[in-house]
């Protein structure tokens, strides 16, 4: 079922230019249909209240802080709808073909919704500082149908060499894919005017 949603020649492209540049954005790995069903179930949790205030900081030692993270998440369980388990379905797939092209051995993966409110967005920060964790390749699925350039919201990505030099800035338009190494990338969301839906988690290389 979950190849059905992955367009696998797309995501071997992704990962052959990922190999390259450690990062790589893709407009056609997820179905476009299957992202918009995505996003209404991202809506549909934010409005009933099942998103909480993300935190930052050391697991243990959490905060929030709203000037430097502003977003609402979720942790995808597999058991609470049918949707959210086919997207885990289809982290699975991506996992063993990460496994497959680099050899990583990635064991898992951690997902969240994330829903930035009007004026929110997220500083710069780097996933796996100093390759402290076991966060190995970030991803951030974007799901917003009708994103427009005046509504921001788009992901800075800068250079691991010259942190102030900025590589890209990612569009959050319905579908695209980003992954790159955690380790390495510093990045920031820059503030949104609209809300602003995605799907970020990361592969690890430990087991639970």
Request: aromatic share 12%; proline share 5%.
């Amino acid at each position: 079922m979950e190849q059905k949603q992955i367009n696998l020649s797309s995501l071997t492209e992704s990962f052959e230019k990922l190999a390259e540049n450690n990062w790589t954005l893709s407009q056609e790995v997820f179905a476009p249909e299957f992202c918009k069903q995505l996003a209404h179930e991202c809506q549909k949790l934010y409005s009933e209240g099942q998103l909480n205030k993300a935190s930052i900081g050391p697991s243990g030692n959490k905060i929030t802080a709203a000037e430097v993270r502003g977003d609402y998440t979720l942790w995808l369980d597999g058991d609470t709808s049918p949707i959210q388990k086919q997207f885990l379905d289809c982290l699975e797939t991506i996992r063993e073909e990460l496994n497959r092209f680099f050899f990583l051995g990635l064991k898992r993966v951690e997902s969240h919704f994330a829903f930035y409110p009007p004026e929110s967005g997220y500083d710069k920060h780097i996933d796996n500082p100093r390759g402290a964790s076991h966060r190995k390749i970030t991803f951030v699925l974007y799901l917003n149908e009708s994103w427009q350039k005046e509504h921001g919201g788009e992901l800075s990505l800068y250079n691991p060499e010259r942190p102030e030099e900025l590589l890209a800035r990612v569009e959050p338009r319905l579908g695209h894919l980003i992954f790159f190494r955690s380790d390495l990338f510093p990045h920031q969301v820059e503030k949104s005017f609209t809300p602003r839906l995605s799907l970020t988690g990361w592969f690890r290389d430990d087991a639970l």
